[in-house]
């Protein structure tokens, strides 16, 4: 679901899926096949979520679907919702939609497909400031004033804010809202616009919004790979991302499967094209040459 940023998904963590979450699936796994229209891929994805998906089709998880429905022979079709609370349940479980773009590789509520990419949370900061921030570790972090995106709900808030509360670090940062105005044109990008205007003086941000805005703002940005990649005991930062159908169908799943197999390499040049930060993983088709930090590319 374009990944405003994965822990939304469904990734197992070392807490229990909150009760509201649970209940926002209940249904998902024992639906019944879905009558798909004959030749036709029914989409489900945001109409107002840059870099991810927008209504005019401008995001790089509808170029992807554009690629994946012409190598089925299918025809695209979408249907629009918001990506907020029970998003999945509201479209793939309520069958107005066979697929759903850019899930978390291992989640268990919907039948994924291959991962496609994976990336990461990034320190992202002006480059005139000459910050050196790499580690949530780093003494900086207690003295900066940070800015993060925040659901609100503690056990749906990105790992960002629970790496920050567990270090005591809560006093100088600056929450965004993921949602934010929905009015104004890609909500979340208000986070990286902060930074830009030295609203505040870093941000920690799911990748692929800090590589796509970051690109675009006049002021040259700074990006840094979170690390650690997994904060003890159990707190990612890195992603494999991948599609999702309903559970019952593995039929779709398998002919997604072989398209994104076939298109890897189309799937990199998108990808590439966004400024998607990209961790070199054991995911085959990632396999690129651009470096920003260890074991991570900057795309374009």
Not at 59 to 69: K, M, P, S, V
Not at 164 to 170: H, T, Y
Not at 211 to 240: N, W
């Amino acid at each position: 679901m374009s990944s405003r940023f994965p822990e939304r998904c469904g990734v197992r963590v070392n807490w229990s899926v909150p009760i509201v979450a649970a209940l926002a699936f209940v249904g998902l796994a024992t639906a019944a096949p879905a009558l798909r229209p004959a030749g036709t891929l029914r989409v489900c994805a945001d109409p107002n979520n840059l870099p991810f998906s927008n209504r005019a089709q401008q995001g790089f998880e509808n170029r992807i679907a554009t690629l994946l429905a012409a190598d089925l022979h299918l025809r695209l079709e979408y249907s629009w919702a918001p990506e907020w609370r029970g998003f999945i349940r509201k479209t793939l479980g309520a069958r107005r939609c066979d697929l759903i773009m850019g899930v978390p590789a291992e989640s268990d509520r919907v039948l994924t497909t291959r991962p496609y990419y994976v990336s990461t949370y990034v320190f992202l900061s002006r480059q005139d400031r000459g910050l050196k921030v790499h580690t949530l570790d780093d003494s900086a972090l207690r003295h900066l004033r940070i800015g993060i995106h925040f659901i609100g709900d503690d056990y749906v808030n990105p790992p960002p804010a629970h790496a920050l509360a567990r270090r005591g670090i809560v006093n100088n940062v600056v929450g965004y809202s993921l949602y934010g105005d929905y009015s104004k044109p890609n909500p979340p990008a208000e986070l990286v616009h902060a930074v830009a205007t030295g609203a505040i003086d870093l941000a920690i941000v799911w990748g692929p919004f800090a590589g796509y805005f970051g690109a675009r703002s006049k002021v040259p940005m700074t990006l840094t790979p979170v690390t650690p990649e997994i904060d003890p005991p159990a707190l990612r930062f890195t992603f494999a991302i991948a599609a999702g159908v309903r559970r019952d169908d593995t039929a779709l799943r398998g002919r997604l499967d072989g398209a994104l197999a076939r298109h890897r390499g189309d799937i990199e040049r998108i990808l590439r094209a966004y400024h998607v930060p990209l961790v070199q993983d054991d995911v085959e088709h990632l396999s690129l040459t651009c470096g920003i930090g260890p074991r991570v590319t900057a795309c374009g």
